[in-house]
């Protein structure tokens, strides 16, 4: 069973298992999948079976971290090639500051000439898209670009300058010492 399509392994004759790698490789997920016991073979899950994670047999399947499904989930995404329409919800919410970065690059580059939704309480991360639609309880109670948004002054800007104000002031910034991040 291949853990990104959750389908029988694919033959390298038809090119399959090279698409499940590049998919892989793009959401970054290869270096985890190739750490796996048995590799693209590896069951992921154990929830099926009456096992504790302690357990270490990895043919009753190998637990993963949040980050590391979430890689293997946008990997699906990736695999999907270049489909008209991407949606995707919080799709770097698992992952640290430098991972999110990175995930975001490759999936601006790979939506590039397709419309896509992507749903984030991050708002850094949607700043970019042509129109931000912004939803208060449920309803659409704004919708434009980040510039616009911002200069409207409304619930964008508000919750927008909220985060970035987390980045910026200096003043109440707890310092860290290398290592406790």
């Known amino acids: 069973m291949d853990v990104l399509t959750g389908a029988a392994p694919a033959s390298d004759s038809d090119g399959g298992r090279d698409l499940v790698r590049a998919a892989a490789e793009n959401a970054g997920a290869a270096p985890i999948v190739e750490s796996l016991p048995r590799g693209y073979d590896t069951l992921l899950t154990r929830m099926f079976f009456d096992v504790s994670d302690e357990e270490d047999d990895a043919q009753l399947g190998v637990p993963l971290s949040g980050g590391q499904w979430q890689r293997l989930a946008l990997a699906r995404a990736y695999l999907r090639g270049q489909r008209d329409l991407l949606i995707l ?47 208060d309880a449920g309803r659409v109670t704004e919708v434009g670009g980040h510039d616009q948004l911002l200069a409207e002054d409304g619930l964008y800007a508000h919750l927008y300058r909220i985060q970035a104000r987390g980045y910026q002031d200096s003043e109440e910034a707890v310092p860290v010492q290398a290592g406790e991040g």
Do not use: M
Not at 98 to 109: C, K, M, N, P, Q
Not at 120 to 135: C, K, N, P, Q, Y
């Open 89 to 135: 919800d919080e799709p770097s919410s698992g992952l640290d500051a430098e991972a999110e970065h990175e995930i975001h690059t490759g999936l601006r580059a790979h939506r590039r000439g397709r419309t896509s939704l992507l749903i984030s309480h991050r708002l850094g991360t949607v700043r970019e898209a042509d129109r931000i639609a912004v939803l």
